[in-house]
């Protein structure tokens, strides 16, 4: 009697349904630009070009599945795309920043189905669509890298950015990176515990970026598993070969809503000063803090001006009909409630530093361009689900891209401040986020940047 095992009775079983599949049957896999990304759909395993389209993704072929590595034993496999981004904009004028913070909601999959996938998919073209012409973009709640990551296979929103021009990225707060010394993650966080989900992303080089993982938050509290804190990105914006820096700060604070909770984000501000103080920034270039503070300006006023004021910062003026990011009446993605809609993203000019001499932000509404069907379950469960899985108990049609609405700031600074320069050699940063400024030469850089930026070398070449 002849024993087969259960894999071997389960092949037999995928062979018999499929019958004996030809290589012509699939479509021939052409070489394209860009990057792809192998999608099947365990546990039935027969994908097709409807699965690239779910994610807003174009579909390039379909294959057989042979690979013992996959998670399903045979079946079909499709390859899916971006679509083809278009040429960067023409840039704003040297002086101008113009920055979008966006909380994204992409929560690990422990915590809750909510459509991670589908929705950070479809966020870079749709910001770029609404505005072409950004030039620095912050993003939060990034824990697991956008899009479709998986470990050798994946189409993450770094990809996607970088096919849109956006190159440069910082790493994410509290990543496995940042237990360096000096960064203290192993100290504060035990070994389970997430990243931060904060990044900065460019389309002009990143010649400098450091990060803070808070001293301060609550213990009692999902926060006290993820490594939450600061990302700080040195932007140098070159136009007609001039060249004038940007010092960014992308956040997310303490998110929950208890006692102590007001208290723990003004004591993040603090943390976030005290970070930014100790870089020894000239005065006379901008500094800019960004992100989703959670700190809402229209219910619990008084939090929110206690963190702008722990930072040294000004809030410009709100333009725009949307005057708050988080709202249960009209985000698809909440469950409409009777909560007040909040004011939680905000982007901050510091006092201390270069004053703009026009700024202001807006709220914008990014939405998909059909409607998308996705799993809501938060139950644990390890992997992604489709809204038809079995396992998926409950799905919700969106159009939203995330529980957050973004944020634009426009911000104009004085023409005179802009220096003519020549790119220091080897200075520049990847799309996935490394930092090859190294420690000699950042040196040099810091040290040419302060004494052509000081009042006496100005006094001394101009007299």
């Known amino acids: 009697?002849?024993?087969?095992?259960?894999?071997?009775?389960?092949?037999?079983?995928?062979?018999?349904?499929?019958?004996?599949?030809?290589?012509?049957?699939?479509?021939?896999?052409?070489?394209?630009?860009?990057?792809?990304?192998?999608?099947?759909?365990?546990?039935?395993?027969?994908?097709?070009?409807?699965?690239?389209?779910?994610?807003?993704?174009?579909?390039?072929?379909?294959?057989?599945?042979?690979?013992?590595?996959?998670?399903?034993?045979?079946?079909?496999q499709v390859k899916c795309a971006h679509s083809q981004a278009p040429?960067?904009?023409?840039?704003?004028?040297?002086?101008?920043?113009?920055?979008?913070?966006?909380?994204?909601?992409?929560?690990?999959?422990?915590?809750?189905?909510i459509g991670?996938?589908?929705?950070?998919?479809?966020?870079?073209?749709?910001?770029?669509?609404?505005?072409?012409?950004?030039?620095v973009v912050v993003l939060e709640e990034v824990f697991m890298g956008g899009c479709i990551v998986n470990v050798n296979n994946s189409l993450t929103m770094r990809d996607i950015l970088g096919e849109f021009g956006f190159v440069h990225s910082t790493r994410t707060v509290g990543d496995s990176l940042a237990l360096l010394p000096g960064a203290r993650v192993a100290e504060k966080r035990n070994s389970t515990a997430e990243n931060g989900g904060v990044f900065i992303a460019s389309r002009w080089p990143i010649v400098q970026e450091k990060q803070k993982?808070?001293?301060?938050?609550?213990?009692?509290?999902?926060?006290?598993?993820?490594?939450?804190?600061v990302m700080y990105a040195r932007v140098r914006k070159t136009v007609e070969d001039a060249s004038k820096d940007f010092h960014i700060f992308g956040t997310h604070m303490q998110s929950t809503e208890k006692t102590e909770s007001p208290g723990i984000r003004v004591l993040q501000a603090g943390e976030i000063f005290d970070f930014m103080q100790g870089m020894s920034i000239p005065i006379s270039e901008p500094v800019i803090y960004t992100g989703d503070l959670n700190g809402d300006l229209i219910n619990k006023e008084e939090n929110a001006r206690a963190i702008i004021d722990a930072l040294n910062a000004n809030m410009p003026s709100l333009i725009g009909p949307i005057k708050v990011t988080y709202d249960h009446q009209n985000n698809d993605n909440l469950d409409p409630t009777d909560k007040d809609a909040e004011y939680l993203d905000y982007i901050l000019t510091s006092n201390g530093h270069e004053q703009p001499v026009g700024a202001s932000t807006q709220v914008f509404r990014p939405r998909s361009d059909q409607p998308v069907e996705v799993c809501r379950d938060f139950r644990l469960f390890k992997f992604f689900m489709y809204p038809h899985s079995p396992d998926c108990r409950e799905t919700k049609t969106v159009s939203d891209l995330s529980d957050h609405f973004p944020v634009v700031g426009i911000f104009q600074y004085p023409t005179d401040k802009a220096e003519m320069t020549t790119q220091a050699p080897g200075v520049h940063t990847t799309s996935s986020g490394s930092s090859p400024v190294t420690g000699a030469v950042f040196a040099v850089v810091t040290s040419l940047t302060v004494l052509i930026n000081s009042h006496i070398f100005k006094k001394l070449i101009f007299i």
């Open 1 to 76: 009697m002849v024993n087969f095992g259960g894999k071997t009775i389960l092949l037999l079983l995928i062979s018999i349904h499929i019958g004996s599949a030809r290589s012509d049957e699939y479509d021939e896999c052409p070489e394209i630009e860009g990057p792809t990304v192998w999608i099947d759909n365990a546990p039935d395993c027969q994908a097709n070009s409807s699965y690239c389209h779910h994610f807003g993704l174009d579909y390039v072929c379909s294959t057989n599945i042979t690979d013992e590595g996959n998670s399903c034993l045979g079946g079909t």
């Open 87 to 113: 040429p960067l904009a023409t840039p704003l004028p040297i002086n101008t920043l113009k920055l979008i913070t966006y909380n994204v909601w992409e929560l690990n999959y422990l915590v809750a189905q």
């Open 116 to 135: 991670q996938r589908e929705r950070t998919c479809r966020i870079p073209a749709k910001i770029f669509k609404m505005n072409p012409d950004v030039d």
């Open 213 to 229: 993982v808070f001293d301060n938050y609550d213990p009692t509290t999902s926060d006290a598993l993820s490594a939450k804190g």
